[in-house]
């Protein structure tokens, strides 16, 4: 029986009780986010305006693990653990000797990876007595994700959710309605920085964060909530790599290669964290693979250096590979990618040469998403989409060497709001627009005068 089973299910007793922080695993020493005013190491203090002490030292804690609160553990059981799918159908249909599990984190409430964080970051800002929590949007799942998590903690949420998704995903802004939040299209013009970006109506996620960081920091009772990109981030969402790893030992099987989609990074860096600190100590030998899309290519085309987190400047520099904080990219559908920078975490890795990174065109990652669906059933969001677009060349490489390799990969949300990009893909309108080399020099030519990075 055992090699047939496609789902692999732990019981609510597996929830992993800690989270696992790379951080003081990483190589070389952390380059510390410069404050944006004096460019100088920003440290806890500067961040007290927008953001609890719960959230900043876990921001900043160097621990390998961190207790996560009863209460989190409380509404993780809502949805955790998520199941692990071997994807017998996609690897019949491929016509390939590699095992292709996927991890799904689609069966949460908001039907993607983000209720991860926004459960503990709703809770730490309800415990630290504030009332209300600003944030943006992409795709609309992170939205959605706060909005749902702020009703478990009884707080106000206010969702600045960008043009272009605002227009393509009105279902996203339903759900955030449904669940209590308050949704503006952004560019506002309830804001300084929304005012300053009217000529760019689809927006972008840069000049949504800098909306939301401008009301959190302008009101007493209101705190800022990012749902990617900060290390606590990428430390809540530890949750599915640790389950993933029972969940492949049930299997019997250990990945030759790790993949994930990368907006941010928190869905691949919670998936690929707990198995990196193995390749780190020595104790494993596998590959971590980054997908991104050619429209917006952060890993595979930006420079390293410091950069603002939104368009603005209001958010700490951060060192990261970056396309230039006033880049707004073309509105691809999978807005949940549409990012200038990645977590610097995820960033010093792939500069290390941990983890590699591959840009992928639309119309080649809606083929591979509908190819997905055609086998596993599940409708996978735009961005994973991405992820199973670099499967299928994996796939396709160990058919080649006539290799078994064990692949794994997030499937990181579904895209059921989605399915207006697959009617564009269907109907063969979608485009397929790539980041060009004078964007590039343009936007280097705007990057704050930061310190260079050795
Ligand atoms: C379904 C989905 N996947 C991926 C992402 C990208 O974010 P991250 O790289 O932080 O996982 C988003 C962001 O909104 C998303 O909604």
């Not at 692990?84 to 409430?109: C, M, N, Q, W």
């Not at 970051?121 to 959605?144: D, P």
């Not at 990009?421 to 030519?445: I, K, N, R, T």
Request: charged share 20%; hydrophobic share 40%.
């Amino acid at each position: 029986m055992a090699e047939k089973t496609v789902k692999f299910l732990l019981t609510e007793r597996d929830i992993p009780p800690r989270w696992l922080n790379l951080l003081g695993d990483l190589p070389g020493d952390p380059l510390p986010p410069l404050h944006p005013g004096t460019l100088q190491p920003a440290g806890p203090p500067d961040l007290t305006p927008i953001f609890p002490m719960g959230l900043i030292e876990q921001e900043v804690s160097p621990e390998p693990y961190v207790d996560i609160p009863e209460e989190v553990l409380d509404a993780y059981r809502l949805w955790r653990p998520t199941p692990l799918f071997r994807a017998r159908r996609l690897e019949r249909e491929l016509d390939t000797p590699a095992h292709i599990y996927y991890k799904y984190e689609g069966v949460s409430p908001a039907g993607s990876h983000k209720p991860n964080t926004a459960v503990p970051q709703a809770y730490e800002n309800a415990r630290a007595g504030i009332k209300r929590l600003a944030t943006e949007t992409g795709a609309g799942q992170w939205g959605s994700s706060l909005a749902f998590a702020c009703s478990l903690f009884g707080l106000e949420c206010e969702v600045f959710m960008v043009g272009s998704s605002y227009d393509q995903k009105p279902y996203r802004r339903s759900m955030m309605q449904t669940w209590g939040a308050t949704v503006h299209r952004s560019p506002s013009t309830l804001t300084e920085a929304g005012r300053a970006q009217q000529d760019h109506p689809t927006g972008s996620l840069g000049i949504a964060i800098s909306e939301a960081v401008e009301v959190a920091a302008s009101r007493e009772d209101t705190n800022y909530a990012l749902g990617s990109v900060l290390n606590h981030v990428l430390l809540h969402q530890t949750v599915i790599g640790q389950e993933a790893a029972l969940q492949m030992q049930m299997a019997g099987e250990r990945p030759d290669v790790v993949i994930g989609c990368v907006g941010g990074g928190s869905n691949f860096a919670g998936l690929a964290f707990p198995f990196v600190r193995e390749v780190l100590h020595g104790r494993a030998k596998m590959r971590f693979l980054a997908a991104e899309p050619s429209a917006c290519p952060t890993l595979t085309r930006g420079v390293y250096r410091y950069d603002f987190g939104d368009t603005a400047g209001l958010t700490p520099l951060m060192a990261m590979f970056t396309l230039g904080h006033d880049f707004v990219p073309p509105p691809v559908h999978a807005g949940g990618l549409r990012y200038h920078g990645d977590a610097p975490m995820l960033c010093g890795l792939v500069r290390a040469g941990v983890v590699e990174a591959r840009a992928y065109r639309q119309n080649e990652t809606f083929a591979a998403a509908v190819r997905f669906a055609r086998t596993e059933g599940i409708i996978p969001a735009p961005e994973p989409a991405h992820a199973i677009r670099a499967v299928i060349e994996e796939a396709e490489a160990a058919r080649e060497a006539g290799e078994a390799r064990v692949i794994l990969f997030g499937l990181c949300g579904h895209g059921h709001f989605d399915l207006s990009a697959y009617d564009a893909y269907l109907a063969g309108e979608l485009e397929d627009p790539e980041f060009s080399q004078q964007d590039m020099d343009a936007a280097v030519a705007r990057l704050p005068q930061a310190p260079a990075i050795g």
